[in-house]
């Protein structure tokens, strides 16, 4: 067996996995999401003092908005990573755009983890603006995950741009032969 086709097989196993991922991802947010009493759980053992009950419409619309972004830019990261398998089932070693997908995904993680610092911190005041003065709080969390993450981010972005210029060159090599 050549290289490319095992290559070809494995991109193969690989988007469809990603494909699988994304869907249990999405189905785990919406039964997160729908189910009713686990943010009304999570919320009083987060923040002292603040009782789902008793938030107002708007707290629990930002809350779920706010904490729908760090998800839904995984998501985007996760169809890039799709994308950058499907092109690999040709066995092509250097397919074009491999370089960019890749160098999005590496975007999306540093979204994630910007988002998860600025919604938290969003969420904590959102959350407890209701309270009496003195007592609401902006909660800012920087976590080594975070900085991981964008440790990681930073790598995967670099190895894009490596990618495009293989492919440039091995275009280059395709044109000259």
Request: no cysteine; hydrophobic share 60%; net charge neutral.
């Amino acid at each position: 067996m050549l290289p490319s086709q095992s290559i070809a097989r494995m991109a193969i196993r690989l988007s469809w996995f990603t494909l699988i991922a994304m869907g249990l991802f999405v189905t785990a947010g919406a039964v997160v999401f729908w189910h009713p009493g686990y943010i009304a759980q999570a919320v009083p053992a987060q923040l002292d003092g603040v009782e789902w009950t008793d938030l107002a419409g708007w707290q629990k619309a930002l809350m779920h908005i706010f904490g729908s972004v760090a998800p839904l830019l995984l998501l985007y990261g996760l169809w890039q990573v799709r994308a950058f398998f499907e092109l690999y089932r040709t066995g092509d070693l250097f397919p074009a755009h491999a370089g960019l997908h890749i160098k999005r995904f590496g975007q999306a993680l540093v979204g994630v983890a910007v988002a998860q610092i600025v919604a938290g911190a969003a969420i904590s005041a959102a959350l407890t603006a209701h309270l009496p003065a003195g007592q609401g709080m902006v909660a800012v969390n920087l976590s080594s995950t975070n900085l991981a993450t964008l440790v990681i981010a930073a790598l995967i972005m670099m190895m894009g741009r490596l990618l495009d210029e293989a492919s440039r060159i091995a275009e280059e090599n395709r044109s000259i032969v």
